[in-house]
């Protein structure tokens, strides 16, 4: 198991950028495939981003070109950049790390973009 720590939320105009981390207490982070969610005041939790532990990253279509997910091994974070940030990304955002059956969430962050 591994214990996930997000930090860099906040409040921001729109257009405005945030840079979420998530900070993992485990050795082998490396070896666990990492996730950005976000949910949204009655919305169910939908997946934003993720990276594989090869550094391949995949996106939604709703922030593809906007948001950027990177990781650094060596310090065993994940990042979540955010550009032209929207009202409609107001949101608690999430890190996940999944290996194999295991799955872990940090407790979240709130973002909000106002208008």
């Known amino acids: 198991q591994v214990q996930l720590v997000e930090s860099g939320g906040g409040l921001v105009q729109a257009g405005g950028s945030l840079s979420l981390s998530c900070t993992a207490s485990s050795t082998i982070f490396s070896t666990w495939r990492m996730y950005w969610y976000r949910q949204a005041p009655g919305k169910q939790r939908e997946l934003v981003a993720d990276i594989t532990i090869g550094g391949s990253t995949s996106y939604a279509d709703s922030v593809k070109g906007r948001f950027t997910i990177s990781r650094d091994n060596a310090k065993n974070t994940v990042y979540l950049q955010m550009n032209s940030l929207e009202p409609e990304d107001t949101a608690v955002y999430y890190c996940?790390?999944?290996?194999?059956?295991?799955?872990?969430w940090g407790q979240g962050t709130q973002v909000t973009v106002s208008s």
């Open positions: 996940n790390a999944k290996r194999g059956f295991f799955s872990n």
